[in-house]
């Protein structure tokens, strides 16, 4: 092509370059650029093999493209050389700018290598600047040139974007200047083309990807929404942080039918305005993040409901407020079994009193192991019944009985007060006696001077002839009498009171804030109660009973407490004439 006159080869080139160059535009993928490429060198610059090696991800180069023989594109596209190999090619022969021509006197060593390589058939060179067979020109091409290039790139000033190698020009002969400036420029707007083809590319993953996740999240939220709002079980989403920590934001049906509330006036309460005032602290102590608590919610008619809570934090969006989300469910009907069953443990089948395992259970959470007194023994107030013991209780010096006493309280809290009995009966101080209302009995007997102290009195029930009763009529009729006994002790006592069915035919009463002169009153009573005729089955009973009042007092055990009170009940058993103890 040098052959013709120099302005003629200078224009004709630049005409030849500037077509090739204006169909790398039209592409519209990166295969077709690259196609193209390769089908520009063909047409365009005069050779008659082209192709395009481009760099893969592994470093690698891979044949993309090749123009101007079937049979050498189908044997070697897709063909892949090591970069190792491009590399020592890259650095042979002559360099030409940034070409690399490698002359077949050199290019002999590279044909056991692995780079995939098509030779053409023709005559060898019979001049000096013929092209020979094995003659070997790449035009490198790198991306835009960096002021810190990576270390793999080769040369350019940039990244290494893929190779494109020629063979046979037209004409026969190696290019000229001209042609390799022309092939040059080419393969630095090839580069361009390759590298504004991978932008598009990537955006268009981008795009489709970014589609497909919008889409994904948009059948996300729908899918939540429809699970959110139709859940069978109550749903809430509440704020987390700020002024308006815990502000229900958005409730479900099921959680408005549950509570009897609109969903509008939902959004103006949080949890804990709907809690029972005894769960709050259960409200409080549950965590955000995966807490859980079992408690009660006000309904929109006054009562409470039972539910189980389940916490989980969301995100309302990637970077947007934490919000709580929050699943209620309603345990209504299993709490009722289990407050049933409860019941049961604790209550006696027969007359539905607390039973003997209750009886102990409340009566300990009053006692602690530190003794406001040095007291008689249960053997030691027998004793003084019969006037063998005069009863003194020597208090301990400096000691005041009543410091911290506040009176009657009723047995509504003994579970809350249950936590207290564990440190109580080890008898540590400063810890659970700082806040323990420490039982003492106020004086006895005929000599005791009424100083107003009151106590906790233990009134235990023996039945007198009720015996006789089962053996007479059976034990349907005893079971009838222990019911309409235990009505009567029940009915005879005050709301905050304990009556008790220890077993068979004896019952405590626990009565607090009473004094020795109340405590025998409240006897008299409820044996006065009991002795009017029981009819059963149309035929009238009548049963007596005896009852031995002792006082429950820190220092004593739960046995020892109970154990007074029965030895009490057999001193006041004997001491009445057995007339007045018949029953039938």
């Given at each position: 092509m040098e052959t013709e006159s120099e302005p003629y080869v200078r224009l004709a080139t630049m005409r030849q370059l500037h077509a090739a160059i204006a169909e790398l535009n039209t592409a519209r993928s990166l295969a077709d650029t690259l196609q193209t490429v390769a089908d520009g060198v063909v047409i365009g610059l005069g050779y008659e093999l082209a192709c395009v090696?481009?760099?893969?991800?592994?470093?690698?180069?891979?044949?993309?493209?090749?123009?101007?023989?079937?049979?050498?594109?189908?044997?070697?596209?897709?063909?892949?050389?090591?970069?190792?190999?491009?590399?020592?090619?890259?650095?042979?022969?002559?360099?030409?700018?940034?070409?690399?021509?490698?002359?077949?006197?050199?290019?002999?060593?590279?044909?056991?290598?692995?780079?995939?390589?098509?030779?053409?058939?023709?005559?060898?060179?019979?001049?000096?600047?013929?092209?020979?067979?094995?003659?070997?020109?790449y035009a490198p091409m790198y991306a835009a040139a960096r002021k810190d290039p990576p270390a793999h790139a080769m040369g350019g000033g940039g990244e290494l974007l893929g190779v494109i190698s020629v063979d046979r020009p037209r004409g026969g002969r190696r290019p000229g200047p001209w042609g390799q400036e022309a092939l040059q420029m080419y393969a630095s707007q090839a580069a361009i083309a390759i590298s504004n083809a991978r932008l598009r590319a990537n955006m268009q993953r981008a795009l489709v990807r970014l589609e497909r996740e919008q889409q994904a999240l948009r059948a996300s939220e729908e899918s939540f929404r429809q699970a959110f709002e139709y859940a069978p079980s109550g749903m809430a989403i509440a704020e987390m942080g700020g002024d308006q920590h815990g502000r229900l934001l958005r409730t479900n049906d099921a959680l408005c039918r549950l509570l009897g509330r609109p969903a509008s006036a939902m959004r103006r309460h949080s949890f804990a305005d709907l809690v029972h005032p005894e769960d709050v602290g259960t409200l409080l102590r549950t965590s955000a993040e995966g807490g859980r608590a079992e408690l009660r919610l006000a309904r929109r008619d006054g009562t409470y409901v039972w539910v189980s809570l389940r916490n989980s934090v969301v995100a309302d969006t990637t970077d947007g407020p934490r919000l709580l989300l929050t699943h209620v469910e309603d345990i209504e009907e299993r709490k009722g079994r289990e407050l049933q069953l409860a019941h049961r443990a604790s209550h006696d089948s027969l007359t539905g009193l607390p039973n003997s395992a209750e009886l102990r259970s409340r009566l300990s959470a009053r006692l602690c192991s530190r003794p406001h007194a040095m007291r008689e023994t249960a053997v030691e107030a027998l004793d003084a019944a019969y006037g063998g013991y005069d009863g003194t209780v020597l208090h301990e010096p400096g000691y005041d009985p009543y410091d911290g006493y506040d009176g009657y309280g009723g047995y509504d809290g003994y579970e809350a007060r249950a936590g207290l009995r564990g440190a109580a009966a080890h008898g540590l101080g400063g810890g659970p006696f700082d806040h323990h209302v420490h039982l003492t009995a106020p004086g006895e007997g005929a000599d005791a001077a009424d100083d107003g102290t009151k106590g906790l009195a233990v009134l235990f029930c023996d039945l007198d002839g009720f015996k006789s009763i089962n053996d007479r009529f059976g034990h349907n009729t005893g079971d009838e009498v222990l019911i309409e006994v235990a009505r009567r002790l029940t009915t005879g006592v005050r709301d905050g009171d304990t009556v008790a069915r220890l077993g068979g035919d004896e019952f405590v009463v626990l009565a607090d804030g009473l004094g020795a002169a109340d405590a025998a009153d409240l006897a008299v009573r409820l044996r006065s109660a009991i002795i009017p005729p029981i009819r059963v089955d149309g035929r009238a009973v009548r049963v007596g009973a005896s009852f031995g009042i002792s006082w429950a007092s820190c220092g004593m055990s739960v046995e020892e407490v109970l154990q007074s009170a029965d030895q009490r009940m057999y001193v006041e058993k004997r001491s009445r004439s057995k007339v007045h103890r018949r029953a039938g």
């Open positions: 090696n481009v760099v893969q991800a592994d470093g690698d180069l891979v044949v993309a493209a090749f123009a101007g023989s079937t049979a050498a594109e189908s044997l070697i596209t897709g063909r892949v050389g090591s970069r190792g190999s491009w590399e020592r090619r890259l650095t042979m022969g002559e360099r030409w700018g940034d070409l690399r021509f490698i002359p077949h006197t050199e290019g002999w060593v590279l044909t056991e290598d692995d780079v995939p390589q098509w030779f053409t058939e023709g005559p060898y060179p019979r001049f000096e600047d013929e092209w020979h067979p094995q003659d070997r020109l």
